[in-house]
């Protein structure tokens, strides 16, 4: 086991947006690796693809310390099964507060070497939400200024 301070960042990130890349790009000097997880609940289609999602944000952190995992698991096990001691969630609002530390109190207890980190969301980034996102694209609707990334192909 190594001393790097790896960082978890979990969701369903579909699709990964501004406002996730931006957390990232903010987390990165507080720790030395960021995994980036796609949990995949068996009970929701997805609407990007997974696999073209992973590639998207791989090519989004090209040259830093990020690498993309799928998982189904729960988030405290695939952090440990990863070496992640931290939890990192950004934070655009008190209901997000709310439901993030009901689950980081889950998480800790599953896992109790485990500590989330909160990253306030950036103000101009705050509106952006992936279900926004998707429904844009849904009906016909230009996203190219959400997204950290081209969705050509998709």
């Given at each position: 086991m190594t001393n790097n301070k790896i960082a978890?960042?979990?969701?369903s990130f579909d699709p990964f947006t501004k406002g996730h890349q931006d957390i990232?790009?903010?987390a990165l000097p507080l720790f030395d690796e960021i995994v980036i997880g796609i949990g995949q609940n068996s009970n929701k289609a997805r609407y990007f693809s997974l696999?073209?999602?992973i590639g998207y944000i791989e090519q989004t952190f090209i040259g830093k310390p990020v690498?993309?995992?799928a998982y189904q698991d729960l988030t405290a096990n695939v952090?440990?099964?990863v070496g992640a001691k931290f939890i990192i969630r950004g934070l655009r609002n008190t209901t997000d507060f709310e439901y993030e530390n009901s689950i980081s109190q889950v998480n800790r207890h599953i896992n109790p070497a485990l500590e989330t980190v909160f990253l306030i969301t950036s103000p101009h980034l705050a509106p952006i939400s992936s279900t926004i996102i998707r429904d844009?694209?849904?009906y016909g609707s230009k996203v190219d200024d959400y997204l950290p990334y081209d969705l050509?192909?998709?």
């Open positions: 978890f960042f979990p969701g990232v790009m903010r696999d073209k999602m690498r993309v995992v952090a440990k099964e844009l694209h849904r050509n192909g998709i």
